[in-house]
């Protein structure tokens, strides 16, 4: 499987500002995801990032609230802007298996707590 | 979209004793359905999967099933262990991936 590291690994941001999380992946992927975890819930899914469009986003989830940006085939940002408390979570990211493309596999997630 | 329904919410074993959670789906077109094993403060692992052109699949310890008429599939745990403590999640996938509640599942020594 793909070898998947985020960046930061955990923050503390204050409320009104953004945090850019990044997903390094160690071989080209085709799809890349973005999750959510609040504590002690299920992996919500914020959107799709595919390299040359446009992000594809959930019900619920937003462009000008999380921007993502996928420049290459390793390499994806999500930023969550204008932070509030009930941002506070962990965001995953997930890539496609390179051989089984239903397969997903995850990053170690960024633990974000907004005050 | 799809909607993926997953029980019990907690479930507490013996060690050695068998453990099953069970998932239900709602979307027909579904055809991949993994199962993640995710210990505290550690990333979900896919610990075994399972497409819809078969109906069971075992790997050592840990069995699962798919019942596709009935758009349900289980996860079977047997001689369960201390390690195996963790939250248990089900999926499934057709377009994107849906993920079910979440099982906690505690194995007392």
């Known amino acids: 499987s793909a070898v998947i590291s985020q960046k930061p690994s955990r923050d503390i941001c204050q409320r009104g500002t953004s945090l850019t999380i990044q997903c390094q992946v160690d071989?080209?992927?085709?799809?890349m995801f973005w999750y959510r975890q609040q504590p002690g819930q299920s992996l919500t899914l914020i959107a799709t990032?595919?390299?040359?469009?446009?992000?594809?986003?959930e019900s619920g989830f937003v462009i000008d609230k999380f921007p993502i940006s996928r420049p290459n085939l390793t390499f994806s940002t999500l930023t969550v802007s204008n932070m509030s408390p009930e941002d506070s979570s962990i965001y995953l990211c997930?890539?496609?298996?390179?051989?089984?493309?239903?397969?997903?596999?995850f990053g170690p997630g960024t633990r974000l707590l907004v005050l | 979209g799809e909607n993926v329904e997953q029980h019990p919410s907690t479930l507490s074993v013996q060690e050695g004793d068998s453990a099953v959670i069970k998932c239900t789906y709602s979307?027909?077109?579904?055809?991949?359905f993994p199962w993640y094993k995710q210990e505290l403060g550690k990333r979900p692992q896919l610990i075994i999967d399972?497409?819809?052109?078969?109906g069971e699949k075992k790997d050592q310890r840990i069995a699962v099933t798919l019942n596709k008429t009935a758009k349900h599939f289980s996860l079977h745990i047997t001689e369960t262990q201390p390690e195996d403590s963790a939250v248990y999640f089900c999926?499934?996938?057709?377009?994107?991936?849906?993920f079910g509640a979440g099982t906690r599942l505690t194995v007392k020594p």
């Open positions: 997930s890539v496609d298996s390179l051989a089984y493309q239903e397969t997903q596999y």
């Open positions: 071989s080209q992927v085709t799809m």
């Open positions: 990032a595919n390299q040359g469009s446009e992000a594809t986003y």
């Open positions: 979307d027909s077109a579904s055809n991949y």
């Open positions: 399972i497409r819809s052109n078969v």
């Open positions: 999926a499934a996938r057709w377009n994107d991936m849906r």
